[in-house]
């Protein structure tokens, strides 16, 4: 009797623990951002707008008073990345958002046939897509959505 007691135990803690590990993507993405951004998700806000060429990426400060310090860190961030993005490489999306993200593989191949542009802002930056193939700008719309979806309350559509 104590042994299928023990097994009983055993289960019920397991199943609590892995229900405590367990979390959403949004999440996920919400706690690990640091890895890859440098400036705060509670004080900063990522805004998807696409366009029929593409899309506009702007990651901005939430106050209406921005934060300077947190102005120079998306600055600095997304003028990097534009660079990155530009020669194909997508490899901080993907540490954050996995390497099968709807469109970014696409993306990858896409990046040399695109404009991809940055540009500052007085409460951020952004980095503007841009492409004629139907492919990439699909693919620039999947990206677009997908994360939206996985950055949760720390984004939104325009």
């Not at 503007?128 to 699909?138: C, G, L, Q, S």
Request: proline share 4%; charged share 20%; net charge positive.
């Amino acid at each position: 009797m104590r042994h299928p007691a023990c097994l009983l135990a055993t289960a019920a803690i397991f199943a609590m623990s892995c229900a405590a590990q367990a979390q959403t993507k949004q999440e996920h993405v919400h706690g690990h951002a640091h890895q890859v951004m440098p400036f705060e998700m509670d004080k900063t806000i990522h805004v998807f707008r696409m366009t029929e060429s593409g899309g506009v990426q702007r990651v901005v400060t939430r106050s209406s008073v921005a934060d300077a310090h947190q102005v120079s860190l998306i600055q600095d961030h997304l003028k990097h990345e534009a660079k990155r993005f530009q020669s194909g490489d997508f490899g901080d999306p993907a540490k954050l958002h996995g390497a099968a993200m709807p469109g970014l593989e696409q993306m990858r191949a896409a990046a040399t046939r695109m404009s991809i542009t940055y540009r500052p802002l007085p409460n951020g930056a952004q980095i503007e897509f841009r492409a004629k193939d139907i492919r990439a700008i699909t693919a620039i719309h999947r990206w677009f959505g997908a994360q939206l979806s996985e950055h949760g309350a720390d984004a939104k559509a325009e």
